[in-house]
């Protein structure tokens, strides 16, 4: 499986790297120990504990400061509050709604995370954990104890589910919520026998239901099968299915099944596990519609907005840059990166529905699209809304609001003057290049900026305000890193975040032509294979919202039932670059590649400089030219950033206990890592007619001071903090990062080409033809597509 680091590690290099893939590693007795309690401990993690041995463990818990390690510039003062909080029982409790962007749970989250990330020993850290699942608020046990398993230092290789795993309520709709957690084998046994009797009468003829054509008129019509809100994503209805539970003897849906299906042992170990699968919509609200409806099958793309969840975690804001060693992976740049990669990914699906610039965010008008996202928290409550044309400014908590205007000012302010003098007298040029570190530290409100007093809390009142948090707080979109993603004026909100970076950028010199140019080497061409996307079909692991008795053999629990989200999501076909580039000598260089826009919305070519924000960065790699005309291929497979379909909860866990027994070889990168960009969005959805974009190549000397990866494992590790994360020190985006000079810009080792993106509709020959197995699930759509 291909194995994608985060959204600048490269993965996949050609034959020339010198940095080759290392040879897989397989887990050991203790570390598949380890892997096990990790699952386990965390399945469903809104139900009391099941196993007898964890509440045993949980229960004996005692604090003792010898069982801590600490650096010396810490003492533990917020794991020694929660622990007073914990005895007086002023702690969160289970079941209320937590919120990770709300103050007034920060000194839980650290205190928490305190006892597991210092915990000296795996024993100690073990217990620690089992104690707080009996007695923490679900919500903060697993934001701290997924912080400790991607940054202690001692767990490489060490996973949990994905987090739409653990909390299937905050990526899925309500309806779909309800039906799982009343699932119960029993009566929907009884139910699927007496609807096989109803079906076999019902769909005896159902070619009423398709096209029809009237001689008397000559016009072709559909019958009330069609719903007027049809989308491409509600499928199972062109397959006669409904929204209920189906059995699943084949296979998992996913882009990879094919590897796993090949593999003896792992059909032998999934056999006995009854597989449940149903039908789940994207969420679309006609009392709230709008044209961002449209998009809901991006926004709430289930792995679009993990990942935000991921990096947020990685580059957790209360984490001390040095303590964690995450100023070596240039935080603060890299924050202002990916959001600019997010916001350009978004544009661009937006240019696919033909609406234009992403909308300008304001305190003080109305916000034009309203939203419904039909979550729920894992306690039971809805999550609030947001009706079209609100005010904020009629609404919200002017508090927040003041403070978040004033930092605005001041960071405006700041960049305007050109300097910036710290609390303790130290002053900073804001007009350098480089001080875009300090810029991204402050935006992201994280421990390192510059000044602590004035930044750090700016960001957690913005999203309060917009989330309308008081005294009550109730569920929102905008208080979980994994749920922000799906609200429209997320992309706003941050496109306001966003322009600050360029209004810094305004300060500072664009590159010129010598700064650009590569002596002796030039492009000839980049030839650009068929780019196709269309909707597939996927299931993800539900398992934790089953609300049955968990089954146990022996005292050994045994995972004998899943319950899958199967959903159709947006998926490209696997294209191709055919590079030719000429070099007048043999050397090491670093190719990057981009795709943006080619027009607006009204098919006006966008100027470079304007357009230079709208681009994204799709591949960075590694490569060693010879003398003449170089020529090889690069697989959309190979890109730097990206992953493949993640290996299910279920299957891990199966695949754990089966090498636990002595019966498989494990091997360590047999799930993705959890930082990878989903391969299957590289490309936005495009046109039927054709979508036109532009790709941009450059290719510039290799000069990085280190060897990329050399400290880690990227074949199972993201290698957060090891400053080996990046192919080299060249800024983030170069050289669209700073402002074009089109007289400077252009040298012959850059490359722009022109192209057109495809779109497929998967369910087509659905629509005028009669499907024999109407009212079963067709898995041929599968293969012939």
Known sequence: MKIAIALLVIVGLVAATPFPKKETKYADKDFLAKQKFLFEIVYRVEDPLFFEEYIKLGKSFTFNKEDYVFPESYDGENMYKYYKAYKYGVTMPKGEF???????????????????????TWEVFR??????????????????????VIHRDDFHGLILPAIYEIFPQYFFNSKFVFEAEKFDYDVWSKYIMYEKEYKDFLYKDYSKYFKVFDDKYHYQYYNYFYTKDWKVWQWWKVMGLGEHWYTEDHFFMRDNFDHFN??????DMIKDVKKFWMPVDYTRDIYFYNQESELSYFTEDVEWNSFWYYFNLDYASFLEGQSFDLVKDRRGEYYFF?????????????????????????????????YDPHLINYNGVGFSYRKNYFEYETYGNFDYLHKVMGFFKRIEDIITQGYYVTYDGTKIDMHKPESVKYLGDLMQGNVDNFDKYFATFWYTYAHSYIAAVDEFTYPHVFLNYETM?????????????????????????AYTK?????????????????????????????????????????GQFVWDKTLLARQARLNHKNFEFEYSIKSDKPQKVVIRAFLGPKYDEFGHVIPLDENRENFYEIDEFYYELKSGVNTFKRSSKDFYWTTDDRTTYTELYKFVMLAYEGKYEFPLDYSEPHC??????VLPRGYFEGMPVQFFFFVYPFTASYDAYSTYDYNYSCGIGSGVRHIDEYPFGYPLDREIDEFEFFVPNMFFKDAKIYHHDTFEKYYDYKYEKFGQFDYNYYYNY
């Not at 205190?111 to 210092?118: M, T």
């Not at 707080?132 to 912080?147: D, M, S």
């Not at 990878?676 to 969005?681: E, H």
Request: charged residues 25%; proline residues 3%; aromatic residues 24%.
């Open 676 to 681: 990878g960009f989903p391969d299957r969005l």
């Open 127 to 148: 217990r620690n954990v089992c104690w707080a699942r009996l007695y923490a608020n679900e919500g903060i046990f697993i934001h701290a104890l997924t912080l400790a």
């Open 514 to 554: 010598k700064e650009l140019y590569f002596e002796g080497v030039e492009f000839e061409d980049v030839k650009i294979s068929e780019l196709v996307t269309y909707f597939d079909l996927v299931d993800f692991d539900v398992t934790n919202l089953l609300n049955d008795k968990p089954t146990f053999v022996d």
């Open 262 to 267: 090949k593999d003896s042992k792992y059909l």
């Open 338 to 370: 990916v959001v600019r990669q997010l916001l350009a990914r978004y544009y661009m699906e937006r240019l696919s529905h033909g609406y234009g610039e992403i909308p300008e965010f304001s305190f003080f008008t109305a916000i034009e699209y309203g």
């Open 485 to 509: 993603m799906r609200d429209p004026i997320f992309y706003q909100f941050y496109k306001k975040v966003h322009d600050v970076f360029y209004q810094f950028y305004d300060y500072v010199d």
């Open 98 to 120: 937590y919120g990770a962007l709300i103050e007034s749970r920060f000194e839980e989250l650290y205190g928490l995370f305190d006892f597991f990330y210092y915990a000296k």
